[in-house]
């Protein structure tokens, strides 16, 4: 779809009104842009069909974005109970071995 936009004629227009040249045609580009974006989505219009699978697949990103975290989250977690296991585990040999020295007595 297109529409008619008669550039030259927006610019006689805008100066007759006292808009200097310079900031005429700075109007119409603007204008013109305006036009022709309006133009490209009258062209191109949003179904339901094609926002529903835009937001589908917005969707879908958000969610590997959660999984990869909640990995992460899990990686992290998982890496601090083993750190905290073998910590728990060393203290435990040493009070043993500690308690096993004391009463053993010395010849």
Same mark, same amino acid.
């Given at each position: 779809m297109s529409i008619a936009f008669d550039t030259l004629q927006m610019a006689e227009r805008l100066e007759k009104a006292g808009v200097p040249a310079e900031q005429a045609k700075v109007h119409i580009a603007i204008l013109a842009d305006l036009v022709k974006a309006k133009a490209n989505r009258a062209a191109h219009p949003v179904t339901a069909a094609s926002e529903a699978k835009r937001l589908c697949t917005e969707?879908? &990103?958000?969610? $590997?974005?959660?999984? &990869? $975290?909640?990995?992460?989250?899990? &990686?992290?977690? $998982? &890496?601090? !109970?083993?750190?905290?296991? !073998?910590s728990v585990g060393i203290i435990q040999m040493a009070l043993i071995a500690g308690l096993i020295l004391t009463f053993i007595p010395a010849h």
């Open positions: 969707i879908i &990103a958000y969610q $590997k974005t959660l999984e &990869a $975290k909640i990995d992460q989250s899990k &990686a992290e977690i $998982k &890496a601090g !109970v083993i750190r905290w296991l !073998v």
